[in-house]
């Protein structure tokens, strides 16, 4: 497995996420066993970079994967976000960025992880109230207390990004990005390479659509997050299968899936980009895996860069993102 830097952190460039082995997707906690091999055959392939947060459960997807990669953490790079649990009220979901509840939020990362140290932590979403100064404050009291190695912010719009990197050098943002999800090449990308800041895209995958395996939302869960993405409703669901269905034509062509055309794409947008493909599959995160070595022609990925914009927003409620 090739590998690339975000910040000063040195991370495989395919990273594996792990949330729908504990949250939001059809199976979630269905099969922790199989979620433990799929982790556990990560490393085995290379995979040095693994994404978490407390909310994926709540909690039980930290647990999942402290346990699982036991004696083996510190040869990885553990992140995890907090921030999103009000953990100085009820432990309600709500956006709290307030030092005092990062560290809660923090506290019970690590003890859940079963480690002493994180070495990506996030701000998972941007808590409007509170300033991000004082937020990011936390944070490099946590990086001086030995607690965690560097942070990152989650959905932050280009202002807050400069404002957080002005008071402690962020080491990675972390954001939707892939073929359906082009909005960063705008703004986002330019500044993340100018201030020298890591990029870690999130969904690299379209939430699986690219992958060619949804054709219907029929065959998910009823308490399936993406019943209820914008992207997938009826109208909006066909319009963006011609996507798929292009991706599929270069795959033909490449001799690679549809899942492996679509992370090499991105793999190719240049350094310091670390997607973080999530499965709870050892055959799909040996495919993902495969994606490392797949070299798309120039050709290819104009033909791939010049797709449309997908049909639907990204989230049905959009003022929680980039601000």
Do not use: C
């Not at 960063?184 to 890591?198: C, N, T």
């Not at 599959?281 to 993902?288: F, P, Q």
């Amino acid at each position: 497995m090739k590998h690339t830097t975000l910040g000063t952190l040195d991370v495989s460039r395919l990273g594996l996420g792990t949330m729908g082995m504990s949250a939001f997707y059809s199976g979630a906690g269905a099969d922790d066993a199989e979620s433990t091999r799929t982790i556990r055959r990560a490393l085995d392939l290379g995979v040095t970079f693994f994404d978490t947060a407390e909310v994926y459960g709540p909690y039980i997807n930290e647990e999942l994967l402290g346990a699982a990669l036991g004696a083996d953490r510190d040869s990885v790079v553990v992140a995890t976000k907090g921030g999103t649990l009000k953990h100085l009220d009820d432990d309600s979901y709500g956006f709290d960025g307030r030092p005092e509840n990062m560290r809660l939020a923090l506290e019970g990362s690590l003890r859940r992880l079963g480690t002493d140290h994180i070495d990506l932590y996030y701000q998972h979403r941007m808590d409007p109230a509170t300033p991000i100064e004082d937020t990011v404050g936390a944070m490099a009291e946590f990086v001086a207390e030995g607690k965690i190695r560097g942070y990152g912010l989650s959905e932050a719009a280009p202002e807050r990004i400069r404002a957080a990197h002005a008071v402690h050098p962020i080491t990675a943002i972390q954001t939707e990005y892939s073929l359906w999800t082009r909005d960063p090449e705008s703004e986002l990308l330019p500044l993340l390479r100018k201030l020298g800041i890591g990029f870690v895209p999130y969904s690299p995958l379209g939430r699986g659509f690219l992958t060619g395996a949804i054709r219907s939302t029929e065959m998910l869960d009823a308490n399936d997050f993406r019943l209820n993405n914008p992207r997938f409703e009826s109208d909006n669901l066909a319009e963006n299968l011609k996507i798929v269905d292009a991706v599929e034509t270069v795959a033909a062509e490449a001799g690679a899936t549809p899942a492996q055309v679509a992370l090499a794409w991105i793999l190719a947008q240049g350094e310091g980009i670390a997607p973080i493909p999530g499965t709870k599959r050892v055959a799909r995160l040996e495919e993902n895996v495969a994606a490392d070595s797949l070299v798309l022609t120039p050709e290819q990925l104009a033909t791939l860069s010049a797709l449309p914009a997908p049909a639907g927003d990204r989230y049905a409620d959009m003022s929680v993102v980039n601000r």
